[in-house]
């Protein structure tokens, strides 16, 4: 996997700044770069690859159209990453709002074009697993733990106190914990 | 598990390869960027608004690379799909709660991200009211728009349900004014701050100039957009509109004192008032801009009856011409444009703090003098009856007259001075109102203020506060404190009212109402106010907060 989130902030700050003036190249780079991470949470906490592709390609464009208003004193990534994030939850609800629409939650990840390699066991548990929380508590476990957020700075991103993200994760990592054990349970 | 476990475990999930979303990601964006043309300075990311050949240019690249290319047709057949939750012309992400609006009434007519990234939506909705199931002969149907920031827990909201039926044309510009961006409303040392409004239907551009502190000019990016055509029908809007919303960045705002001067915490009650240097030098500007042109501004004994919106500007002239010589100008102007770019309205955000003008520098005229005309008291529109509960003088012989008025919007009771301007009141579906004698144990309660201690100095040189008595309330005293904190008792009428008096106004019971003046020289200290039975046997006490 590309290490995505080792980009340096000055490269990123000039990609920007070309962006704001109309380089079309600058955009397709922060699109490239932003791409796999902005798509895996997606789709680790909407479980749907349709709609994973739809709400990153969604998020990079609302990303572009918006990039005058982006503060360039904050970091972009975090910036993108909630957009991803909110999408992620209002097409959750809006599903949840759509019932003759079922949500896949206990098999194969539905229309996807999985092209790497046939995933483990314990992967296919934990993702069997995440379905099962909440979608503010599987958002709050991607974030912290694949996206690498801590606490404050989710805070900061969610509009919560960091206390509360906090006391939240615990819950969600606790009820995860549970979780994969009785699928282990299941499998053996 | 681990938290390294488990991250390591979530970087195996395998996600879908979605190759051909990345490219069409990449496509989208590189259109949407070409499309828009090369922005010299971020701050003018409206400029394809401003010059419509270029935006009409790009618009053309813009469809060609959508509908000509294979990939320009499936992108935007993409696109086409995307009206959901939170989309411009679909439902907003989160639902608007007030005892006015519609459910699932509410659109998206616009929506955009501030500086931090935050999400905002315009809303358009409909709203209504009917309470003929509750007797009352209110119904009417109506609509609104509100600037909307999902997921952000506001201090402060807004909105407003503008009857439909005899709706005038909309004004060309209404500012909704400058706030805090609520996303910083907490925990932010430098907020950001959002500027926002609606636009008639004859506008076709905005312009946000900000003044700084030195005096120079600068145009805000401002995020436009007009609501017309089929997305017009969808929000319910009788004709086109627009909204707009421009931000300033939070290190400027800070810099040049805009949240004081504007006074954007204290007047929400969220904070309280600090002036700065820019600030107080406003203040002492305007107070001395009052004490030249005040005496200019029209008697109204002068006036005629019931004046028209020209005979007051025409009457006004005078004084709106030296207020505007001497005035200090606020740091913010709207500019509205019509499709010719002529500019047909522009204002300037009201310097809240610096306009409060110095009660000592107005003439109370509520006493009539000799010759002066007794004003006409114009009639609600749908009002049915309408009776005086109360007429006497404050203590410096200005005459008041408080009265009842059966409307379509219930009973108002409103206080006016027949020979000064002022006055003003509440309306609601109860007479005597639900809580008239306060929320907690209500049955103990004998007299108590209904509002506030009011400010009526074009009419009185006292100020006055009102309220509510029991029927067996004989007598109602009212005591204020002066600097020193001696006890003073303030004159106080009293008047009680039962269904004779009150002729075809309904009223659930009988009730007394009072009314006392304190002088302007009291402050906001706590007041008491004591209720007495006609034996004179003390029967209960209140209490005014005190205020700074």
Request: aromatic share 6%.
């Given at each position: ?188 | ?331 913010l102007e709207y500019m509205a444009y019509d499709e010719h770019g002529r500019v047909i309205q522009r204002m300037n955000e009201p310097l809240v703090t610096a306009m409060v003008r110095p009660a000592d520098t107005i003439k109370a005229e509520g006493r009539e003098e000799p010759g002066d005309k007794r004003r006409r008291l114009p009639k609600e529109t749908g009002s049915d009856a309408r009776k ?64 506030f201690l009011s400010d009526e100095p074009r009419a009185t040189t006292s100020r006055y506060i009102s309220g509510f008595a029991r029927p067996r309330v004989a007598r109602v005293q009212v005591v204020y404190r002066d600097s ?65």
């Amino acid at each position: 996997m590309r290490p995505w989130y080792r980009v340096p902030a000055r490269d990123e700050a000039s990609l920007i700044r070309q962006a704001r003036r109309g380089s079309a190249d600058a955009v397709e780079a922060l699109v490239r770069r932003h791409w796999d991470a902005a798509h895996r949470a997606a789709f680790l906490i909407v479980h749907d690859a349709g709609a994973a592709e739809d709400i990153a390609q969604e998020a990079m464009l609302a990303a572009v159209r918006s990039i005058d208003c982006f503060d360039r004193r904050r970091p972009f990534k975090p910036w993108l990453h909630r957009i991803v994030v909110n999408r992620s939850l209002d097409w959750l609800r809006a599903r949840a709002r759509r019932p003759e629409v079922s949500v896949e939650v206990t098999g194969p990840v539905a229309g996807a074009r999985v092209e790497a390699e046939a995933p483990d066991v314990l992967s296919d548990e934990l993702m069997r697993a995440l379905a099962q929380l909440d979608p503010d508590e599987r958002a709050l476990v991607v974030m912290r733990h694949l996206l690498g957020y801590r606490s404050p700075e989710l805070g900061r991103m969610l509009d919560m106190p960091a206390a509360t993200v906090r006391t939240r994760l615990a819950r969600a990592i606790t009820r995860l914990r549970e979780l994969l054990e009785a699928e282990a349970r299941k499998g053996t | 598990m681990s938290p390294d476990l488990l991250k390591e475990r979530l970087a195996e999930i395998p996600a879908p390869q979605a190759v051909h979303a990345r490219e069409k990601a990449v496509l989208e964006a590189r259109a949407e960027i070409e499309a828009r043309g090369v922005s010299e300075d971020p701050l003018r990311r409206g400029m394809l608004r401003q010059h419509p050949l270029l935006g009409l240019a790009a618009a053309v690249v813009l469809v060609v690379v959508l509908l000509l290319t294979p990939p320009g047709r499936a992108a935007s057949a993409w696109v086409g799909e995307l009206v959901g939750i939170g989309d411009v012309g679909g439902p907003p992400s989160q639902e608007r709660q007030g005892r006015f609006i519609k459910p699932g009434t509410a659109i998206v007519i616009d929506n955009g991200a501030a500086p931090d990234g935050s999400r905002y939506e315009w809303v358009a909705y409909r709203c209504g009211e009917n309470l003929r199931s509750e007797g009352i002969d209110t119904k009417f149907e109506g609509i609104g728009v509100a600037l909307q920031w999902p997921k952000v827990r506001s201090e402060e909201g807004g909105g407003y349900c503008e009857e439909l039926q005899g709706r005038p044309h909309a004004p060309a510009l209404t500012s909704n004014g400058v706030h805090i961006l609520p996303s910083q409303f907490k925990g932010v040392a430098k907020p950001d701050l959002v500027i926002e409004g609606t636009t008639g239907p004859r506008v076709h551009r905005i312009r946000v100039v900000y003044r700084d502190g030195e005096g120079r000019r600068r145009d805000l990016p401002v995020d436009f957009a007009r609501v017309e055509g089929r997305l017009r029908r969808l929000a319910s809007q009788p004709e086109a509109l627009g909204t707009f919303v421009a931000f300033l960045p939070g290190d400027v705002a800070a810099r040049d004192e805009v949240a004081s001067r504007l006074d954007l915490r204290a007047l929400m009650g969220t904070g309280t008032l600090k002036l700065g240097p820019i600030g107080r030098g406003e203040r002492a500007q305007a107070r001395e801009g009052f004490r030249k042109c005040a005496h200019l501004e029209p008697n109204p004994g002068d006036l005629p009856p019931n004046p028209s919106r020209s005979a007051m500007e025409r009457a006004m002239g005078p004084a709106t011409r030296c207020y505007d010589r001497y005035m200090p100008t606020g740091p913010l102007e709207y500019m509205a444009y019509d499709e010719h770019g002529r500019v047909i309205q522009r204002m300037n955000e009201p310097l809240v703090t610096a306009m409060v003008r110095p009660a000592d520098t107005i003439k109370a005229e509520g006493r009539e003098e000799p010759g002066d005309k007794r004003r006409r008291l114009p009639k609600e529109t749908g009002s049915d009856a309408r009776k005086v509960l109360m007429s006497g003088r404050a203590p410096d012989g200005a005459l008041y007259e408080f009265y009842l008025e059966q409307t379509k919007y219930g009973v108002c009771m409103q206080i006016w001075w027949p020979y000064a301007f002022g006055g003003g009141g509440s309306c609601g579906p109860d007479l005597p109102p639900a809580r008239a004698y306060g929320r907690r144990n209500p049955e103990r309660v004998f007299a108590k203020p209904f509002g506030f201690l009011s400010d009526e100095p074009r009419a009185t040189t006292s100020r006055y506060i009102s309220g509510f008595a029991r029927p067996r309330v004989a007598r109602v005293q009212v005591v204020y404190r002066d600097s020193r904190g001696r006890p003073h008792d303030a004159p106080v009428q009293l008047a009680h009212v039962t269904a004779s008096t009150l002729g075809k106004i309904e009223a659930s019971e009988p009730f007394g109402f009072w009314i006392a003046f304190i002088p302007r020289s009291a402050g906001h200290r706590q007041i008491t106010v004591t209720a007495y039975a006609g034996n004179g046997d003390r029967l209960g006490e209140q209490f005014t907060p005190a205020r700074p």
